[in-house]
């Protein structure tokens, strides 16, 4: 079946770390990736995408590489502001289906 | 151009109640879907409906039931609440079919059942 598992949070850094939170799947056939983020009291904003092998997705400095042989799609930000504190989910969509796989959610909370 | 629009944004509901949630999507979205995130659950899907029919389906009871209207907008109702439905229930549109975009959600209804 299709599953998601990502990082569990929740994480916590200084202004302009490093940011990774992790992701990997499980899919019985070519999904399409994505990272999406959720403000408090917000629905889900899709952050970027990636939908095949090798693809990079790009968005506010974030950036997230559809690994096959990994079978990973870890999120990367090279300095965090205090604005991208929010929980970020990893998802998967089979390309033959419309129903989004997410994993559990990883809380980050970017302090001065 | 507007985006995923649900009402209400909050409900307060007694067990055993039943309740109906709004979606309208993005003008020319013809396909929305319903989830629902709990704190322990996370983010689980109820159902997708395209072009007025029910295309896909999660595994949630009876009680949980939704229709699409000749425009697109979406309702979804409960019947008989439970404690354990007060969640958060997003629902999302997207273009016809294509793999390639992601869906636009809506900011969320959030039910409490009491």
């Known amino acids: 079946g299709n599953s998601v598992t990502q990082m569990e949070g929740p994480v916590t850094l200084s202004e302009e770390a490093f940011l990774t939170i992790n992701c990997t799947y499980t899919a019985t056939g070519y999904p399409s990736l994505f990272w999406y983020v959720q403000y408090p009291g917000e629905g889900l904003q899709l952050l970027l995408k990636a939908t095949k092998a090798d693809d990079k997705g790009s968005n506010k400095g974030f950036e997230a590489t559809y690994r096959k042989e990994t079978t990973s799609f870890h999120l990367e930000k090279g300095s965090v502001q205090v604005s991208d504190s929010a929980v970020y989910f990893c998802a998967l969509r089979e390309n033959t289906g419309n129903q989004f796989y997410f994993g559990t959610g990883t809380s980050l909370t970017v302090i001065p | ?114």
């Open chain 2, 1 to 114: 151009k507007a985006g995923v629009t649900q009402t209400p944004r909050y409900l307060i509901k007694t067990r055993g109640q039943q309740v109906t949630l709004s979606c309208s999507p993005i003008s020319g979205h013809r396909s929305v879907s319903w989830y629902q995130q709990t704190p322990g659950q996370g983010l689980q899907f109820l159902f997708e409906y395209f072009s007025e029919t029910q295309r896909n389906k999660g595994n949630f009871p009876g009680r949980f039931s939704g229709r699409q209207f000749s425009n697109s907008r979406s309702e979804m109702n409960v019947s008989t609440l439970e404690l354990g439905d007060s969640a958060l229930y997003l629902c999302a549109s997207s273009s016809l079919g294509s793999s390639n975009y992601g869906y636009t959600f809506g900011s969320g209804t959030r039910l409490t059942v009491v």
